[in-house]
T-cell receptor, first 114, second 109 residues
Framework: DSGVTQTPKHLITATGQRVTLRCSPR?????VYWYQQSLDQGLQFLIQ???????AKGNILERFSAQQFPDLHSELNLSSLELGDSALYFC?????????????FGPGTRLTVL | GIQVEQSPPDLILQEGANSTLRCNFS?????LQWFHQNPWGQLINLFY???GTKQNGRLSATTVATERYSLLYISSSQTTDSGVYFC???????????FGPGTRLSVLP
């Protein structure tokens, strides 16, 4: 158990819908990262937050957005869902924002868009 | 951006065998981690190893940063070792991981 929690574990929805994925980092970790794992693209970085502020952006679509709240939990919002958004979404956390810090991954949310 | 390659792409072993997985990267790194993704999809941290050598039970890892590669050794493999092993790196300019394509390991009883 990494100490990072993600809810829900599984999500099934339809095209055009909007969903919210939730992540709670390890106790004491200020940085949260979101990653997407799809069959054709592999594991890709989406976005990073540190202590409530956006720090880095990767291959995140404009239909996706994220935020980190004062209690440090983070939410990833996916809207106007398409079939291709079906993937495993991972959240990771680290102590600080430095790239040198070890990242710990949550169990993931499996999203299926029908 | 940094490129990450892993070899072999697939590996089938008999229980009890040893194996070496390799990760090559194209630039200097600040961070390198090895992960095991089990058949249920969970990503499990194995090693944080931007340089040097570490051991944890039957697993060990070595990163030679100057030559831009890392090795993961699995000894006396067990069926529970099956899954995909990923190497992930952060280069000197970045903040986030770039993952390799993974090595899929199948350990047969």
């Amino acid at each position: 158990d990494s100490g990072v929690t993600q809810t829900p574990k599984h999500l099934i929805t339809a095209t055009g819908q909007r969903v919210t994925l939730r992540c709670s980092p390890r106790s004491g970790d200020l940085s949260v990262y979101w990653y997407q794992q799809s069959l054709d693209q592999g594991l890709q970085f989406l976005i990073q937050y540190y202590n409530g502020e956006e720090r880095a952006k990767g291959n995140i679509l404009e239909r996706f957005s994220a935020q980190q709240f004062p209690d440090l939990h983070s939410e990833l919002n996916l809207s106007s869902l398409e079939l291709g958004d079906s993937a495993l979404y991972f959240c990771a956390s680290s102590v600080r924002t430095s790239a040198r810090n070890e990242q710990f991954f949550g169990p993931g949310t499996r999203l299926t868009v029908l | 951006g940094i490129q990450v390659e892993q070899s072999p792409p697939d590996l089938i072993l008999q229980e009890g065998a040893n194996s070496t997985l390799r990760c090559n990267f194209s630039d200097s790194v600040n961070n390198l981690q090895w992960f095991h993704q089990n058949p249920w999809g969970q990503l499990i941290n194995l090693f944080y190893i931007p340089s040097g050598t570490k051991q944890n039970g039957r697993l060990s890892a070595t990163t030679v940063a100057t030559e831009r590669y890392s090795l993961l050794y699995i000894s006396s493999s067990q069926t529970t070792d099956s899954g995909v092993y990923f190497c992930a790196v952060v280069d000197n300019y970045g903040q986030n991981f770039v993952f390799g394509p993974g090595t899929r390991l199948s350990v047969l009883p």
